[in-house]
């Protein structure tokens, strides 16, 4: 593979060149050279040279009819937001050399599969001086040098996900210095934490991500509430304790979202519990994977912030544990307090207002579907209007996070009836949400406030808004079908 196979490419090449001095300086650096040395595909170029890159960043911009803005200033960091053939972005970071050469540059990196240059004058040479290729050929983790995770430690999350994306191993004594680095977190920001985090959770095996950030102390600074789980055991029905039943929700959470993704789906083990949810998921697979593929904020799509939302789930058990009188371990009301916690971790790591929202709901319904589950409770219209009107399109999420948590409650314990009880109770909610939306979820009011003003002499207020939403539910229920009959239900509600 080189360079210039890949015609859009070859064409972005050809514009940078073309606003290029003959003896100007500019070499490509970072993943892209990866990306090429293992024949995979990247999402984005960076360059560096050594000077001041704005003027060449604007006039190739200009060629290309990109946006162009400057990230920072100080480090001289420019970015033209270029857009390829599918409409997807493409950006193109120029940035001035750290130091003085570029060798001193690629020393300054973080990994040295990273630190990898081919310079723009000589496309065929890859410049190697940190031996990158070789770590790349033996899949291994290498620091450029012995103060690069010193110098920022957010590259341990980074490592992270290089290695659970690559299949690196980790180089001799790295896993020790992930150990040493993490605890110098607190000094960096909160967002590119974050960032990292989340490539991890968007990564091909976000429960080994979490393995890694446990076993390298990451969670001390990024979410605390997990550190507590540490060492609560398990409690009936629980067969795992609580820290690793966390982490298996996650995974098994990942499985059934990577299942009903077409590109993805082969990519996980097709166990007996799995192919029972995909079959019947799928009359509604396609809408699904085009709803967790959705962006609340750009960079984090609806399948990562589920993936976040398992992982807080039961950050509110440490706190509300107790031991009951049957000598069991309880956790009432632990959901409430679960999201109160999850809502000040999305808030710590500056999620957006309705990402916050969006993962504290989860939270704090994830344990409303068990009644139906558990058969305490009976499904029926009115109970399927009633949680879509208090979680709306989280209901989508939470859905499938039952069916995670249950397995992560049960393991190997699980009986096929119990499993294919969760799997047709979710197909439900699934068929009321996509195909019943308008009976079932959000149905037309045959009556307005204004209606309920005029017919029965009512004042506005508190009262209107009570006897809508039990018209609505009504009419949800297919008790209410006609306007007469909506009439005569606000009546007897009246009185």
Same mark, same amino acid.
């Given at each position: ?13 050809? &514009? ?14 970072? $993943? ?27 006039? #190739? ?5 990109? $946006? =162009? ?27 001035? =050399? ?12 973080? %990994? ?20 990158g290729r070789e770590d790349l050929k033996q899949g291994r983790l290498s620091l450029c040098n012995p ?18 994306? %690559?299949?690196?191993? =980790? ?26 985090? %989340? ?7 976000? &429960? ?44 098994? !959470? ?13 990519? #996980? ?26 962006? !609340? ?8 912030l589920a993936l976040f939302g398992a992982l807080l789930h039961d950050l509110g058990k440490p706190m ?30 500056? !999620? ?5 929202n969006w993962v504290t709901d989860l939270v704090r319904h994830h344990m409303d579907l068990l009644p ?38 049960? $393991? ?9 009880? &969760? ?73």
């Amino acid at each position: 593979m080189s360079l210039t196979s890949n015609p859009a490419i070859a064409s972005i090449l050809d &514009a940078i060149l073309a606003e290029l001095g003959s003896g100007q300086p500019l070499y490509l650096v970072g $993943g892209s050279v990866r990306g090429l040395l293992l024949g995979r595909p990247f999402n984005d170029l960076d360059f560096v040279m050594p000077d001041d890159p704005t003027s060449l960043a604007k006039a #190739v911009a200009r060629r290309l009819k990109a $946006g =162009f803005f400057v990230l920072d200033d100080v480090r001289r960091t420019t970015r033209i937001v270029h857009t390829d053939a599918m409409g997807k972005m493409f950006p193109l970071d120029f940035v001035k =050399f750290t130091g003085n050469t570029l060798v001193e540059d690629l020393q300054s990196r973080d %990994f040295t599969v990273n630190a990898m240059a081919i310079s723009m004058h000589d496309l065929a040479t890859i410049i190697d001086p940190l031996k990158g290729r070789e770590d790349l050929k033996q899949g291994r983790l290498s620091l450029c040098n012995p103060e690069s995770l010193i110098a920022d430690p957010v590259r341990v999350l980074r490592g992270i996900r290089l290695a659970i994306q %690559f299949g690196f191993d =980790f180089g001799p004594g790295l896993e020790r210095k992930f150990q040493e680095a993490a605890v110098s977190l607190p000094n960096t920001s909160y967002e590119r934490q974050r960032d990292e985090f %989340f490539k991890i959770l968007e990564g091909n095996d976000p &429960a080994q991500g979490i393995v890694y950030c446990r076993q390298f102390n990451v969670f001390e600074t990024l979410i605390p509430g997990l550190v507590q789980q540490e060492g609560i055991p398990a409690s009936d029905p629980h067969v795992y304790p609580l820290i690793e039943h966390t982490w298996r929700v996650v995974k098994y !959470l990942d499985q059934l979202l990577k299942a009903i993704q077409s590109d993805k789906s082969s990519e #996980v083990e097709q166990t007996w519990w799995l192919l029972a949810a995909k079959k019947a998921f799928a009359p509604y697979s396609d809408q699904m994977e085009k709803f967790f593929q959705e962006e !609340l904020t750009p960079g984090r799509n609806k399948s990562s912030l589920a993936l976040f939302g398992a992982l807080l789930h039961d950050l509110g058990k440490p706190m509300t544990m107790k031991v009951g009188e049957d000598g069991r371990l309880h956790y009432y009301n632990h959901a409430q307090v679960g999201a109160d916690l999850a809502l000040e971790v999305a808030k710590r790591l500056k !999620l957006s207002k309705a990402e916050c929202n969006w993962v504290t709901d989860l939270v704090r319904h994830h344990m409303d579907l068990l009644p139906l589950i558990n058969g305490r409770t009976a499904l029926t219209p009115r109970v399927i209007y009633r949680f879509y009107q208090k979680v709306d399109e989280v209901g989508v999420a939470i859905l499938l996070h039952t069916l995670a948590d249950t397995i992560g409650t049960y $393991g190997e314990t699980l009986s096929r009836e119990k499993w294919e009880q &969760a799997v047709t109770i979710a197909a439900q909610f699934l068929s009321a949400w996509w195909d019943h939306k308008e009976s079932l979820v959000n149905p037309t009011p045959l009556l307005d406030g204004n209606d309920i003003q005029r017919l029965f002499g009512l004042n506005p207020g508190k009262k209107i808004g009570e006897l809508l939403d039990a018209l609505l539910e009504a009419q949800a229920g297919g008790e209410i079908k006609t306007q007469e009959e909506a009439e005569a239900f606000i009546m007897k509600q009246i009185k």
